[in-house]
């Protein structure tokens, strides 16, 4: 018996010390990541894992749930209180199928769908533990929604074109902070006309839900809609009313658009919509020294400026007047109470939907000539400044001109946005400064991108 109970004792020290070694190893005592992942790849699998959102949705449907329930649970409560009632009316079968659909499968069915829609990780990767959730995909109830971000598998599992393994589709971060008017965006019936709700998709944008999702619904367009001028009369003429959906904004047609109109809905731009005005921009003298003329920008440098931007808010008049010069210019254009986009298109020319919030979708160096006016002023700020001015000297090739037109800011201000400007060491081919006002001065400059070779 004691050889026996010496046996045991020893078995059970040794059971011991190989436990203790074990968790010693995974890292229990010392955190060894390498042997502890055994035991802590629970944690793992999860990294990454938007546990608020799925929190939020299984919540939302626990709240249906009770409130399910608590609905029934009134309903017989009240039958209770008047049984002797009750007994004397006699429910039809058609009422009784009509409080089922309504009150009871509905509120079930809205429950079990949006359950099945909540996203649980997924496997990642050949012999790999670790788990992915789509982003997003938990924070939104609309099915639409769900689907478009939802990456898109390529078909017999091959690499596409682009050399990745599934399409995204992508939605600004700032969506979920604006997650009812998405959703509102998003709420069409599939292959049916969309809503005329182009403002609600603008003012999402502005938010920075920037770009939007595509969406599956045909755009409304006017049900009079005549074909443009022929170019050779778009470019100075007034578009047709007709060609334009007036119901979102203040005027209905272009006459009511004149600058002598206090109500016409916009504020910028003033006098664009006309175009006895806007013929003699960038073409004839002014007074003032921050005017520059076109002929004398393209004579900087003859026969190189082909292609180029106006980032601004206007009409297309800069477009139009480099057309007559053989130089193509996009024009960027946000419809800020009044049609600035159907405007640029109508006249023949090219208007780029695009906000302060978005990457240019332009590749490096490639733009011949930057050109802005009306659009960057003094209420900007200067770190928003910095990355667009940056984001230009990416899109603009070497030899390049960025025309800076009548910026203007608080006179105190003017070395602060003038050292923005000048921080990329480009040539000064012009520039000039002219007071607008006691306290506001303009500023015009004409820079050329230097070569920077590496």
């Not at 992508?170 to 902070?177: D, E, M, P, Q, R």
């Not at 659009?375 to 899109?395: A, E, K, P």
């Not at 800011?409 to 040539?427: A, E, G, I, P, V």
């Amino acid at each position: 018996m004691g050889w026996l109970q010496i046996v045991l004792g020893g078995l059970v020290i040794l059971v011991s010390t190989s436990s203790l070694f074990r968790f010693y190893s995974a890292g229990f005592f010392l955190q060894n990541e390498d042997i502890c992942r055994h035991f802590h790849g629970v944690k793992d699998v999860y990294e990454g894992f938007d546990i608020i959102g799925l929190h939020d949705r299984v919540g939302e449907v626990l709240n249906r749930l009770e409130n399910l329930q608590d609905k029934l649970e009134l309903a017989v409560q009240k039958m209770e209180k008047s049984k002797e009632n009750l007994a004397k009316v006699n429910i039809t079968g058609s009422d009784y199928k009509k409080y089922l659909e309504e009150e009871v499968i509905r509120p079930l069915y809205s429950a079990h769908m949006t359950l099945r829609q909540i996203r649980l990780p997924r496997l990642e990767g050949i012999r790999n533990s670790t788990m992915k959730e789509e982003p997003l995909v938990n924070t939104f109830v609309i099915e639409e929604i769900r689907k478009y971000i939802t990456p898109k598998e390529n078909r017999v599992g091959k690499i596409n074109i682009y050399g990745t393994e599934r399409t995204y589709n992508t939605i600004g971060h700032a969506c979920v902070l604006h997650k009812k008017e998405l959703e509102e965006y998003m709420d069409y019936d599939i292959s049916s006309y969309c809503e005329d709700d182009w403002n609600v998709a603008q003012r999402l944008m502005l938010n920075g839900c920037d770009p939007l999702p595509r969406r599956r619904c045909l755009t409304r367009a006017s049900k009079v809609y005549q074909k443009p001028y022929p170019i050779n009369e778009s470019l100075w003429k007034l578009p047709d009313d007709r060609n334009v959906r007036w119901g979102n904004y203040q005027c209905r047609n272009f006459q009511c658009l004149s600058s002598n109109n206090p109500k016409r809905g916009y504020s910028k731009c003033t006098g664009c919509f006309e175009m006895d005005k806007e013929k003699l921009k960038w073409v004839t003298n002014s007074s003032l020294p921050v005017d520059f003329l076109i002929s004398d920008v393209l004579g900087i440098k003859p026969g190189e400026i082909r292609i180029g931007l106006d980032y601004g808010v206007g009409t297309g008049t800069f477009a139009a007047r480099m057309r007559e010069k053989n130089v193509t210019i996009i024009s960027t254009a946000l419809n800020l109470g009044a049609p600035f986009n159907e405007m640029i298109a109508l006249r023949g020319l090219v208007p780029l939907y695009v906000t302060l919030n978005q990457r240019l979708p332009f590749f490096d160096n490639t733009m011949d000539l930057i050109h802005t006016t009306g659009f960057l002023d003094g209420w900007i700020d200067l770190q928003l400044m910095d990355f667009i001015l940056f984001d230009w000297d990416r899109v603009l090739r070497p030899g390049g001109l960025l025309w800076i037109d009548r910026f203007f800011c608080n006179r105190k201000d003017l070395d602060d946005f003038m050292y923005m400007f000048f921080q990329f060491r480009y040539k000064k081919h012009k520039w000039a400064t002219s007071p607008k006002s006691k306290d506001e001065v303009y500023f015009s400059a004409l820079l050329e991108k230097p070569p920077r070779a590496i």
